[in-house]
């Protein structure tokens, strides 16, 4: 915990601060009795397993054990520290901070590359209201057909063609050259003496996340220069295979119709939006990754994939489909024109046309296999054999065995098997089989990719003081019992103990609760603020909770004295073996006052 914010001020901000309310910022949540849950955005699942209690102000997934409070999900989800993460909660509930002064004085990093980013969107589009950017504002008004309220809605700006106008400007704010080059917006010169605008006489796409922070920026340059679009780099807060461009506005409208239409580029989100068809998001120009399907699933599972039509298009296409199939997505397809991408041909076609694309997409099934179709000879001996092959790792990612099943008769029907050979589904199923084999999700490091396992029940006094734990944290009223009975270093197990040590200390009144929050902040660890949240919203096996309470004691106290007659007795055996007479003769008297104090108990 920081010892530079007082613990009142870090409660008032807490207090002020709804789980529910912040989590719901980025991730759709939907009732589950007293709690709400949702798919986990921490690590990959199909079954919503993350859990969010807005009566004890906590969070919790089943699935890969992270969990704690509303800092603690910040701190994770947006790679804070406990005070960026606190200042931010602070600016939103509109908690004063007190001055910070150290490493982290600025407050933290991260979030100075955020207010570099909004302080940059806003100088962006004064440049292009400005003379200079009369013809940039030109170019997407006529050229492009959008409006001055579509312009504003995604905060379009414009990159002078000076070398250091950002640069200049961020510069009278106290941003350095050197945060703006990690934040890449600004690059260092071959030569090492300065630095000069990364974006120059380029229209300015901001990058948000899905709570509308700023991330990244893309340009598109206005005179001809290559690379036609630049985009940020990676940065500490962007990544560009985890975040979907334009998903901060579409995401009520893909929660509301249930269907998510993915496009590449800038401006084939924005002019469909412009439309009305508000559930369209980008992938900027990249193949779909996992990151991007599984911020899809948070919102749905029903996916339209409308690439450009170019070979690079339909690639891009045909690699994120076996995703989102093995996601358990329900995927399908539009191809338009030759040479024409979303945007072009909202423009020229009109958006009903558009949406009317949208609503009779091909099924993945029919789309691949139309356009192998077009590539392989079906007529020849190699071209069924090529189209077999490359289906065959889409149709595997499906999940449901029924429909995998139909998908091979679909597909030996098709291809006119049985005409050729004796069981056409058969072979099929044998080329399937060749294509499996058992393979290690291997993460680099060399560690497994899954999440780590729910650990298995302890056994012994860890049990008991497990349970013990869980009572005080859920019954924040029997602390002070415990106490009375218990001191922190009775509990054996590690873990167990800090959390005893912490609950013991903020217990300092009688009458004053223990709040999980609390323990949560006090602790700073994501382990074992994990550990609380579990125990927490995990339900309590006992129903009687004082005679539970006296239980879980007398096992923890009699397991602490068998331990303690192991260890007298090995110091027993190696104090004989070395011929100290003395030390062999106190320690057994402890030995003996140890029985006695067990049998008069």
């Known amino acids: 915990m920081s010892n530079r914010i007082p613990d009142s001020i870090i409660q008032e901000v807490q207090n002020r601060s709804d789980i529910v309310e912040v989590i719901s910022q980025y991730l759709p949540l939907k009732p589950a009795g007293k709690n709400f849950k949702a798919l986990c955005p921490f690590h990959q699942e199909k079954t919503p397993s993350f859990m969010v209690s807005p009566e004890r102000q906590i969070f919790n997934c089943f699935g890969c054990q992270v969990g704690g409070n509303v ?21 939103q509930s509109g908690v004063s901070l007190p001055e910070m002064t150290g490493p982290e004085g600025d407050g ?14 806003r100088f962006f589009q004064s440049c292009l209201k400005s003379q200079e950017g009369a013809k940039a504002l030109r170019y997407l008004l006529e050229g492009r057909g959008l ?5 504003g809605r995604f905060s379009l700006g414009y990159a002078s063609t000076s070398w250091d106008s950002l640069l200049r400007e961020t510069g009278k704010r ?53 690379p036609k679009y630049m985009n940020s780099p990676e940065t500490a807060i962007y990544h560009k295979s985890a975040n979907l461009y334009g998903l901060n506005l579409a995401k ?88 024409q991408d979303p945007d072009v041909f909202v423009r020229r076609e009109g958006k009903e046309v558009f949406r009317r694309k949208i609503e009779e997409a091909e099924g993945l099934f029919d789309y691949k296999l139309n356009l192998l179709s077009t590539r392989y ?40 098997l049985r005409g050729r050979i004796t069981s056409g589904e058969e072979w099929i199923l044998t080329e399937l089989q060749k294509l499996r084999r058992p393979a290690l999700r291997i993460r680099p490091g060399g560690k497994d990719r899954t999440p780590s396992p729910i650990p298995s029940p302890e056994a012994g006094s860890a049990r008991a003081e497990r349970d013990l734990l869980q009572i005080m944290l859920q019954e924040e009223e029997l602390v002070g019992e ?51 949240s579990r125990l927490v919203m995990e339900q309590s096996p006992y129903q009687d909770k004082t005679k539970a309470i006296e239980d879980c004691i007398n096992r923890i106290k009699e397991e602490g004295k068998k331990s303690k007659k192991r260890e007298l007795t090995e110091r027993i055996r190696e104090a004989e073996g070395q011929g100290q007479k003395d030390l062999v003769k106190n320690l057994q008297l402890e030995y003996q006052q140890l029985l006695v104090k067990k049998r008069g108990e």
């Not at 339209?304 to 070979?311: K, L, Q």
């Not at 990612?397 to 139909?406: D, H, L, P, T, W």
């Not at 415990?482 to 009144?509: C, G, M, P």
């Open 71 to 91: 800092f603690s999900f910040l701190m994770k989800h947006e790679s804070l520290t406990f005070l960026e993460a606190l200042k931010m909660l602070a600016d």
């Open 108 to 121: 933290g990093k991260n979030l100075r590359l955020f207010e570099l980013n909004e302080l940059a969107v």
């Open 147 to 151: 409006s001055k309220e579509t312009i």
């Open 174 to 226: 106290g941003f350095s050259p050197s945060i703006l080059e990690e934040a890449g917006l600004a690059l260092s010169r071959k030569d090492g003496e300065g630095f000069y605008d990364r974006f120059r006489n380029r229209i300015i796409f901001p990058i948000f996340n899905v709570t509308g922070k700023v991330l990244g920026f893309g340009g598109r340059t206005l005179d001809g220069k290559d």
């Open 252 to 339: 009520e409208h893909i929660l509301r119709e249930g269907k998510v239409v993915v496009v590449e580029g800038y401006l084939d989100a924005i002019t469909p939006a412009q439309g009305g068809i508000g559930n369209v998001v980008a992938s900027l120009g990249t193949a779909l990754t996992s990151g991007h399907v599984r911020l899809l699933r948070r919102y749905g599972q029903d996916v339209v994939m409308v690439y450009d039509s170019d070979t690079a298009g339909v690639e891009a296409t045909l690699r994120g489909l076996d995703l989102l199939v093995e996601e358990g997505m329900h995927v399908k397809v539009v191809s338009l024109p030759p040479g």
């Open 377 to 416: 000879n079906r007529d020849s001996v190699e071209g069924p054999a090529e189209i077999v092959k490359r289906m065959l790792p889409t149709i595997d990612k499906f999940q449901n065995a029924i429909e995998k099943k139909g998908y091979i008769k679909r597909l030996a029907e098709e291809l006119d």
């Open 482 to 532: 415990v106490k009375k009975k218990l001191r922190a270093s009775d509990f054996r197990d590690e873990k167990y103990s800090q959390l005893a040590k912490v609950i013991f200390h903020l217990k300092k009144e009688e009458s004053k609760p223990v709040r999980i929050g609390e323990v949560i902040n006090y602790l700073q660890d994501e382990e074992l603020s994990a550990t609380v």
